[in-house]
Structure formats: C-alpha cells, structure tokens
C-alpha cells in the first residue's frame, strides 16, 4: 500500500515547547516537502528537500528546522521561536529532483494546536 | 513578485448547477499549471496544464489553460453534494521552479 503517512493526525502542544512532525513515505519519490496551510491562505512552503542528506528553506522557514537522514523519511520540528505554530502540516513528494514536471502528492496532514 | 490568485473565494451552489472556477497567475518561467481538491484532509490531484487551449476533461470535471491571458478555468457540471470541497490553483515556476499556490475556492454543493 503506496503513499506518505504523516502522523500524529491532531498535536496538541504547550507554548514553549519543541515538536516534531513525521512525515514517511513509500512511494522511492526523490524530492519531499513542507508546507503549511492556515485559514483563507493557501499553502505556503516551509522547507524541502531534493535529495538525501540536503534540504533548502522555503518561503517561511524561520522558526522551522528539518532534517533528512533517509530517503523514505522528512521530519519537520516546529521549535518555540515559531511565532504562529497554530495551523495545518502538509507533506508532499514528487519523483525525480530538479523539480521535475510533476504533480505533488500529498499526506493526509498533521493539524497542530499550540496554547 | 510571483503570485496565482483563485475567484470566487466561496461559492454555494445547489446540485445539478454548473459552476466555473477561476486561476489567474502572474509568474515568471511558467512550467505548468495544477488544480486538485482539497477535502479537509490530503489535496488531491486534478489535473496539469502546460498547453494553451487544449482541454483536460475527467468525468464531469474540465479545466483548460490560456497561456497568453494567464488564467485557468475548472468546470464541474452538474455538480453533486460531493463536489463540496476547496479547489487549489497551483502554478509551477518562478525562479526556482517550485510550485506556488492560490488560496484556494471553497465551493459548497446543498442537496
């Protein structure tokens, strides 16, 4: 059964505190994704990653760090200097690297709730 | 600055209308264009356009691209309660070839 599972599905997290997203996929894609989606605004890019062992920052990473020892694995820790982590965790792949020509397909989303 | 903009933001319609979405963009080294339907959970895709003029048609769900006017149209005809969801506009391009979105269209299909 191919795909990407992202978990958990809801997080509830204290202010202050660090947390981690998983984001695991099966489908041998190269290139794997962050984004974030928050009321009335569409996704917006966090931090992605073409390659094993290197990532680059999107459009709205500060306050947001990555890492990507696997290719099957992207986690992403959202830490306490993230002003706004209230909001809707997406992970996307696409084969190839480059940002070939493809659709992204997407996990089922992690929605995160910070108090 | 690279930017896709979606009208109508909302949308209510009743089963059976037909309804036509709206992408426009303005982004630099455009590649291709990509709408998928978002239901509360994982989007999933529609369709991809990188040609002028031709049209993508699956079931009662159409888009088509128009490269010189920069803007696409998704159309569902006859639409059924099923049909409610958010439908993202994404245009693949820019300087690094990423794909940016639009905010997205929430249509809302009563019985």
């Known amino acids: 059964d191919g795909g990407i599972t992202q978990s958990p599905k809801y997080l509830f997290r204290k202010e202050g505190q660090n947390v981690t997203l998983s984001c695991e996929q099966n489908l041998n894609h190269d290139a794997m994704y962050w984004y974030r989606q928050d009321p009335g605004q569409g996704l917006r890019l966090i931090y992605y990653?073409?390659?094993?062992?290197?990532?680059q920052k999107g459009d709205i990473a500060e306050g947001y760090s990555v890492s990507r020892e696997k290719k099957e694995s992207f986690p992403l820790t959202v830490t306490s200097a993230q002003k706004n982590p209230t909001a809707f965790y997406l992970c996307?792949?696409?084969?190839?690297?480059?940002?070939?020509?493809?659709?992204?397909?997407f996990g089922p989303g992690t929605r995160l709730t910070v108090t | 600055e690279d930017k896709v903009v979606q009208s109508p933001l909302s949308l209510v319609v009743h089963e059976g209308d037909t309804v036509t979405l709206n992408c426009s963009y303005e982004v630099t080294n455009f590649r291709s264009l990509l709408w998928y339907k978002q239901e509360k959970k994982a989007p999933t895709f529609l369709f991809m356009l990188t040609s002028s003029g031709i049209e993508k048609k699956s079931g009662r769900l159409s888009s088509i691209l128009d490269k010189k006017e920069l803007f696409s149209i998704l159309n569902i005809t006859a639409t059924q309660t099923g049909d409610s969801a958010v439908y993202l506009c994404?245009?693949?391009?820019?300087?690094?070839?990423?794909?940016?979105f639009g905010t997205g269209t929430l249509l809302a299909v009563q019985p």
């Open positions: 994404a245009v693949r391009g820019g300087a690094t070839n990423k794909l940016i």
């Open positions: 996307a792949t696409t084969p190839g690297t480059g940002f070939p020509n493809y659709e992204q397909y």
């Open positions: 990653s073409q390659i094993v062992n290197d990532f």
